[in-house]
Structure formats: C-alpha cells, structure tokens
C-alpha cells in the first residue's frame, strides 16, 4: 500500500511541570527505534539560544541550532516568547527560519512548541503558517492532589525513603490545596519534588534529636504543609 508522510511536528500545552519535556525525551527516543527519525537526540532551547542581540544574526544562529537538531526533536520551551509583537523583528525572524527548516528537513527533524495555552494561542497567529504545520497540540492538565501524592512516594523510594501512612492523607490535603489555589506556581510535580527534599531535611534535624528512629521513615512531622502560593488569575482557554 502507498503510504502519505504525516505532519510529526506538536505543540503542548500546559503548566510548568506537568512533563511536556519528559514525554519529548520519550518521544525523540520512540521516533528513532521506529525508524522516523535518523538520531533520535532531543535539542532543548528558549527565546535567547534562537535570537540574536544584533541585525543579521538570529537566522544563522537559528539555523546553527537546527542544524544541531537534524535527526532528532528540537524542544521549543516558552515559545511564545519567540513573538513579542509585529515590532520584534528578530523574534520575527527566528520563526520564519524555523518554519523554512520544517519544510526543508520534514523527513528528519521534529520540532514541539511547548508553552502556556492562552500564550501559545497568540503565537501562533505570529506566522500564517504556523498553526497548519502543528496538527498535533496536546494539553498536558495539572496534577491532581493523588498523582502528586503518587510522585511523592515515587521520589521518596528512589531516594530510599518511605512515607509513613500517618502523613499521607495530610500530605493528600495539602496537594489538593495546592493546586486548587494556584496549580501553575506550585510547580506541579516540581511540588512533589520539593516537598520530600525539605522533608529529608527535616528529617535528618529529628534524626539529631532522635537517633533511634527509622532511617528510611518520612513522619507527618518531617513534612511542611505552609501553603504560599497566590490565587491565579483568571486565564482564558485555548
């Protein structure tokens, strides 16, 4: 049967820490091992590794960029701050050699624009052509008070801890708190990160105090529940 290339390139959207680079690792890993992709490298850049401080040299940096990408996935993170306006030439510029590089290299380079929903909107009335050659936007959603509490155990075993059962339900309220405040300044599962770093921390005071206690045990009181975030602003959808 005849077979037709498909547009590879995505788009995903979302909070900060929700694993938008974790699965573009995965995914340069999968293209390569299926054969559609030649190297399978994942390129990760922002705003300043594209654009250029003076005239004339964000394209050629652009393409230096791309270049190192052939073969494998070049990760966009914070894309929309590629476009700053009808007056940010230089941004300007960065976006019509990256969607000439699409064309010109289709069959071996994947590129995913990674951002917030509402800013990764306005980007992509940036260039006409831009929203035609991502077909594939993916939402990643904030954590739940659960999966955080999952992530946490996750960390905390690899890190050779447990936690005990008396601080998993605090630790569950505190999560869903969290997030249903203010899931994109929390962090996500950057917040499950730091909250079992602190606790280690703090466990190690109470182990100074307590030397006989369980090495490997994360008690309620190891755990800091002080919620800091602000309220989010109200934000439009994609």
């Not at 999968?30 to 005239?55: C, N, P």
């Not at 991502?134 to 955080?148: Q, S, V």
């Not at 917040?191 to 703090?202: D, G």
């Amino acid at each position: 049967l005849k077979t037709s290339e498909v547009s590879k390139h995505m788009i995903f959207t979302g909070n900060p820490g929700t694993g938008k680079t974790t699965i573009a690792r995965l995914i340069s890993r999968y293209m390569k091992a299926i054969g559609a992709l030649s190297q399978g490298q994942l390129v990760e850049v922002t705003r300043k590794d594209l654009v250029a401080q003076y005239v004339g040299q964000t394209a050629p940096q652009t393409m230096s960029v791309i270049r190192s990408a052939l073969g494998g996935v070049l990760f966009i993170d914070e894309a929309y701050s590629l476009y700053r306006g009808k007056d940010d030439s230089f941004g300007l510029e960065a976006i019509d050699t990256i969607v000439k590089a699409m064309e010109d290299n289709r069959e071996n380079l994947i590129v995913i624009l990674a951002g917030y929903k509402k800013e990764m909107s306005t980007f992509l009335e940036a260039n006409s052509g831009l929203r035609s050659r991502f077909p594939n936007i993916i939402d990643f959603p904030d954590y739940t008070g659960e999966e955080l509490l999952k992530i946490a155990e996750i960390q905390a075993e690899g890190k050779g801890f447990t936690i005990t059962e008396e601080a998993e339900q605090p630790l569950l309220d505190f999560f869903n708190e969290v997030q249903s405040i203010n899931a994109a300044e929390a962090g996500n599962g950057r917040l499950a990160r730091n909250t079992i770093e602190k606790a280690i921390l703090k466990q190690s005071e109470r182990l100074v105090k307590h030397p006989g206690d369980n090495l490997s045990e994360l008690r309620k009181e190891d755990f800091d529940f002080t919620i800091t975030v602000k309220p989010a602003e109200e934000t439009d959808s994609f």
